[in-house]
């Protein structure tokens, strides 16, 4: 219980920083969004700033699934929750890892303009989808995380720079080394570069 209401200290403490800092950001490159994307691009950093968040449990191991997999789940969705589900996850991990870690793109085997491509289509879909169902709000969110997806890569890219995030290219590949062996040292390397290494209940097992 208590380490349940420390990481919910740390998550609200986590996303006033990090809508400061895309306050900041959105100000300095001249950039307009409304108040819910801001609202949603912090939620974003500060459910990823835990890197277990940003892997999924496969038959190959604990990993970031490729965005192809998260595109052929939400086509073979059987309901709207699912699909929407899916395409949502799709468009967050396309834009934090575009806007974070895009130098980790150069050693793989897509670039970053396969993943502005992706994550842009997934939420130009979910903005239309949510104008039908007629949840205006979250139409205008997507839309502008659509409309906007390179001019927030750069916005996430200063945020990232400006709180420690994205020092590291190889901090994606220092959490498998942590995930794996549960090294110290990979840890504490993590942690200096704002990311927090937390292991869940269900990577545990």
């Given at each position: 219980m208590k380490e349940l209401q420390e990481q919910l200290i740390a998550d609200i403490d986590a996303?006033?920083?990090f809508q400061g800092a895309l306050q900041s950001a959105l100000q300095?490159?001249?950039?307009?969004?409304?108040?819910e994307t801001i609202v949603y691009l912090g939620n974003l950093l500060t459910s990823f700033i835990y890197a277990e968040r940003l892997y999924d449990h496969t038959p190959d191991g604990v990993m970031i699934r490729p965005l192809v997999h998260h595109y052929q789940e939400a086509l073979e969705a059987r309901s709207v929750t699912d699909?929407?589900?899916?395409?949502?996850r799709l468009g967050?991990?396309?834009l934090f890892i575009s806007g974070l870690f895009a130098q980790s793109l150069n050693r793989s085997l897509?670039?970053?303009?396969y993943y502005i491509s992706m994550g842009?289509?997934?939420y130009g879909y979910l903005s239309e989808s949510h104008f039908r169902s007629g949840t205006i709000g979250l139409k205008y969110v997507f839309s502008e995380l659509s409309g906007k997806f390179i001019a927030l890569t750069d916005v996430l890219s200063e945020v990232g720079e400006s709180s420690n995030l994205s020092n590291n290219h190889d901090v994606l590949r220092l959490y498998e080394i942590w995930l794996k062996t549960g090294?110290?040292?990979?840890g504490d390397r993590l942690k200096q570069a704002?990311?927090?290494?937390v292991k869940t209940k269900i990577q545990q097992h």
């Open positions: 996303r006033e920083f300095n490159q001249q950039l307009s969004v409304c108040g699909r929407t589900a899916a395409l949502r967050d991990i396309s897509v670039d970053v303009d842009g289509n997934a090294s110290k040292r990979a704002g990311i927090l290494p």
